[in-house]
């Protein structure tokens, strides 16, 4: 994407630091996201990728440092108020009710965002106007012909989708994705790398994900977070060819 980088970020963190212990996870982290752009993090295993989402989705509190996401300092909000402000982490796989059906899945992230509770053992689906906006973000992912089969009964690919329509069903600008690729066949991936092409084109997407040539193909910029520091940003060419990052981590994954 041309020009993004020009305009006020979306969404700012600066100075992000999370401990666990003595164990510092995530240290100094600083990076802006431009409106539209699609911002990958990657790193190995441990550098504190998904930590660094909680942080930025709500979930965990940072020990220091300053979220701002449209203007506004969200430092001090918890990840409920996030996510009505438009700021919508994909749920954990886990997170999936599967006795419920996918609709009442995506009914209840709308319910969520509505405001009129968080009580997720409410099945949401008697709601009509909920119902729609649910069928719309099913719609988006290509899940609607799934609408009424449990979620349980879905395959893993599909669940992924699911979870980004979950995402998507709370109205948010920026979406944060941790590994949506995890676990996927090549044809589901197919599917994944498609649909988040497609949500580039609506949305501020931060993406973790471990798929090079998935994060390659689909980034504006890249950062790398290694044992909690970030040691680049760039264009997926710059990221390629910095020699930092290929002593850190790509020529780790090309070993
Ligand atoms: N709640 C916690 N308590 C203690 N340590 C934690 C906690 N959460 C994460 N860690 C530790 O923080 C480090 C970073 O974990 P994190 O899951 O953020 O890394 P990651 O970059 O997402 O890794 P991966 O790519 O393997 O998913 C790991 O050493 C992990 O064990």
């Known amino acids: 994407m041309t020009g993004a980088h020009a305009s006020d970020p979306i969404l700012a963190i600066a100075g992000l630091r999370k401990s666990f212990g003595a164990l510092t996870v995530t240290d100094d982290v600083t990076l802006d996201v431009a409106p539209g752009e699609l911002h990958a993090i990657i790193g190995p295993n441990g550098a504190g990728k998904t930590t660094l989402i909680h942080q930025i989705s709500g979930m965990l509190r940072s020990d220091r440092g300053k979220v701002t996401f449209r203007g506004r300092d969200i430092t001090g909000l918890n990840m409920v108020e996030r996510v009505r402000l438009g700021l919508a982490r994909s749920f954990q796989i886990t997170s999936i009710l599967d006795g419920f059906t996918v609709l009442e899945n995506a009914a209840m992230a709308v319910q969520a965002r509505s405001g009129s509770s968080f009580r997720f053992f409410r099945p949401a689906a008697a709601e009509r106007a909920l119902n729609t906006e649910a069928m719309a973000a099913l719609a988006q992912v290509g899940l609607e012909d799934r609408a009424d089969r449990r979620a349980g ?88 060819n910095d020699p930092d990052v290929r002593t850190a981590y790509l020529g780790e994954e090309a070993a």
């Open 153 to 240: 009964s879905l395959s893993h690919g599909e669940k992924r989708q699911l979870e980004i329509a979950i995402a998507l069903a709370t109205a948010a600008r920026v979406l944060l994705l941790d590994e949506p690729l995890a676990g996927t066949g090549r044809e589901e991936s197919g599917v994944l790398v498609d649909l988040m092409r497609t949500l580039k084109s609506s949305h501020t997407i931060v993406l973790i994900e471990h798929d090079m040539e998935a994060v390659f193909s689909l980034a504006d910029r890249v950062s790398v977070l290694v044992y909690g520091r970030l040691i680049a940003t760039g264009t997926p060419g710059a990221i390629r």
